[in-house]
């Protein structure tokens, strides 16, 4: 039988089923947790900026299997494409990307020592990987192959220079982590910015195998 202390007590909500704790939640509106916390809002904003890239690249992608026929009469993949030099490229890149794993398990150790030194040998290698490639490119325009010679070498030179401009962008961005960790130690904060970091890289590397798969690989047995 219910008694008068029974109803004037606020009824106990054990599973949280309700739409939160008392009447200051519900005069916020938010819920019971209230707005999500700013980690969340980084990594959904993050995974959403990740997706727009990978759009981005498909597109390229989609113009290069279309173009890659039009070479206007001027030399084609197979004529230009030294597999040598990619496969050190690509293996440059690949060993930066592993590197940076070993970063970020030195981040989760709390080892700054270790954290720097794989951050900074994942810096080498895509600084080679960079130097690779700009190189290539150097060499294509002193034979006349540029990116105006024939719509083949605009795809070419627009896909594999969008990736470039993203490892160089991703240097800059590894140099700026390695001077917060150096200064401001493993915060919160800025190990969520290093996680971000570290998703870029991996799918720059997972980009770049595609890459060059389809450009480097059948464009030169074509």
Same mark, same amino acid.
């Given at each position: /039988? /219910? $008694?008068?202390? %029974?109803?004037?007590?606020?009824?106990?909500?054990?599973?949280?089923?309700?739409?939160?704790?008392?009447?200051?939640?519900?005069?916020?509106?938010?819920?019971? +947790?209230?707005?999500?916390?700013?980690?969340?809002?980084?990594?959904?904003?993050?995974?959403?900026?990740?997706?727009?890239?990978?759009?981005?690249?498909?597109?390229? *992608?989609?113009?290069?299997?279309?173009? #890659?026929?039009? $070479?206007?009469? +001027?030399?084609?993949?197979?004529?230009? *494409?030294?597999?040598?030099?990619?496969?050190?490229?690509? !293996?440059?890149?690949?060993?930066?990307? *592993?590197?940076?794993? /070993?970063?970020?398990?030195?981040?989760?150790? &709390?080892?700054?020592?270790?954290?720097?030194?794989? /951050?900074?040998?994942?810096?080498?290698?895509?600084?080679?990987?960079?130097?690779?490639?700009?190189?290539?490119?150097?060499?294509?325009?002193?034979?006349?192959?540029?990116? $105006? &010679?024939? @719509?083949?070498?605009? @795809?070419?030179? $627009?896909?594999? +220079?969008?990736? +470039?401009?993203?490892?160089?962008?991703?240097?800059?961005?590894?140099?700026?982590?390695?001077? #917060?960790?150096?200064?401001? !130690?493993?915060?919160?904060?800025?190990?969520? &910015?290093?996680?971000? *970091?570290?998703?870029?890289?991996?799918?720059? %590397?997972?980009?770049?195998?595609?890459?060059?798969?389809?450009?480097?690989?059948?464009?030169?047995?074509?």
């Amino acid at each position: /039988m /219910m $008694t008068t202390a %029974d109803i004037a007590a606020p009824r106990q909500d054990p599973y949280h089923i309700g739409h939160g704790h008392g009447h200051g939640s519900l005069a916020r509106g938010h819920g019971e +947790g209230g707005p999500a916390p700013k980690r969340i809002i980084v990594g959904y904003g993050f995974w959403i900026f990740l997706l727009s890239d990978i759009v981005m690249f498909s597109a390229f *992608f989609a113009a290069f299997a279309v173009l #890659q026929g039009e $070479t206007a009469g +001027g030399p084609s993949g197979k004529d230009l *494409f030294d597999l040598r030099i990619t496969a050190i490229e690509t !293996g440059c890149l690949l060993i930066s990307s *592993f590197m940076c794993g /070993m970063a970020s398990l030195a981040a989760e150790a &709390r080892r700054a020592l270790w954290f720097h030194a794989a /951050m900074a040998a994942t810096f080498v290698f895509g600084a080679a990987f960079i130097y690779l490639e700009v190189r290539e490119f150097w060499v294509l325009v002193e034979q006349g192959a540029g990116p $105006t &010679r024939s @719509a083949f070498l605009s @795809a070419f030179f $627009t896909l594999v +220079g969008c990736h +470039g401009l993203h490892v160089t962008a991703g240097l800059l961005w590894l140099l700026t982590m390695m001077a #917060q960790i150096f200064a401001k !130690g493993f915060r919160p904060d800025i190990l969520r &910015r290093y996680l971000c *970091f570290s998703l870029f890289w991996h799918a720059l %590397d997972i980009i770049w195998v595609a890459l060059f798969t389809v450009v480097y690989l059948m464009g030169a047995g074509a």
